[in-house]
């Protein structure tokens, strides 16, 4: 009566697949990962419930998502799926990733939803990673008990996050850092989804705005110039909410216009197929510069990619029903 949410196949997406394929197979993906996280809120609901009336030696495992808040997936219609975007973050609760800038965008998108988006439904937002400093992962969880009902899509996952089935599963990935030498980037990029970042260190190096993927619109240096601070932190080490602020609103706007794209099934399509095809370390092309095959690449692998035949199902099992 309360097994474990079954295991999802997936298809894989490779830079060598003509972009017809690639978008079938992502939009296959995107139902399976959303199909599973709908299953796994409903496990949760009913495991929860029977919990609560039971001792301590009877109770049932829960699944990682936190209990924080409203998280509903049940008016989701799958066959509308096409409509709605869903965006991920899967990093480490670290100062450096950003969770801050990104709460404060989010808030702001649903609570704006029908101004910014009349007719359009609600996001689906999927928040999760490990905590290493314990505050960043409270924001994550203070964000929807600020939303209340009108939250219940932004789902925060506690612990351990299955990244593979985050890049597999999204519309698009989002990267908020305050800093960042690389950004992780290129595991969303080399699934084929586009990315929406801050415009800091390594995120500019691959993300060309409106190209593969969006960047929030000015610099540390910019905002800093413009606010009038000669530093972005006080003495205490919090950010100056000045700073902040600027950061979340940049990065809101730049979530916007990614929603935009996705909602102009043209542009979003181009925008995958700039994403996985475009002059990337692992796009190698033969003389005639046809796309031949992938090489190795020995990054993926450590996050647990299968480069000939990806497949994520044991991943969703493995890293979700702990």
Known sequence: MYDLPAEREVKPITSTMDINELMENAKHNKRMFVDYLKSCLNYNWVAGE??????????????????????????????????????????????????????????DLYNNWEKEFPGKELPIVVIGGEDKEGPYRELARNA??????????????????????????????????????????????????????????????????????????????????????????????????????AMSADFYEAIKRGLNAFYDKEQYKQLVDNAIHGEQSWVQRDENGKIKECPLVSHMRDLGFDLNHPSLAHMFSDSLKK
């Open 50 to 107: 029977y919990n609560s009336k039971v001792p301590d030696g009877k109770k049932v495992p829960l699944i990682n998502f936190d209990q924080t808040g409203v998280s509903d997936l049940s008016d989701v219609d799958m066959n509308k799926l096409d409509e709605i975007p869903v965006l991920t973050l899967g990093v480490r609760f670290t100062e450096q990733k950003g969770v801050d800038i990104v709460t404060k965008a989010l808030i």
């Open 144 to 245: 929807k008990n600020v939303l209340g009902e009108k939250g219940k899509r932004l789902l925060y996952m506690d612990g351990f996050t299955p990244n593979p089935a985050f890049y597999a599963g999204s519309d698009f990935t989002l990267r908020p850092s305050h800093f960042e030498p690389d950004g992780d980037k290129w595991e969303s990029l080399y699934r084929g989804t586009p990315m929406i970042m801050t415009r800091v260190g390594g995120h500019v190096d691959s993300i060309q705005d409106g190209f593969n993927g969006f960047l929030s619109k000015r610099t540390v240096s910019e905002i800093c110039t413009e606010l009038g601070i000669d530093k972005i932190k006080w003495n205490n080490g919090q950010y100056d909410p000045r700073y902040l602020n």
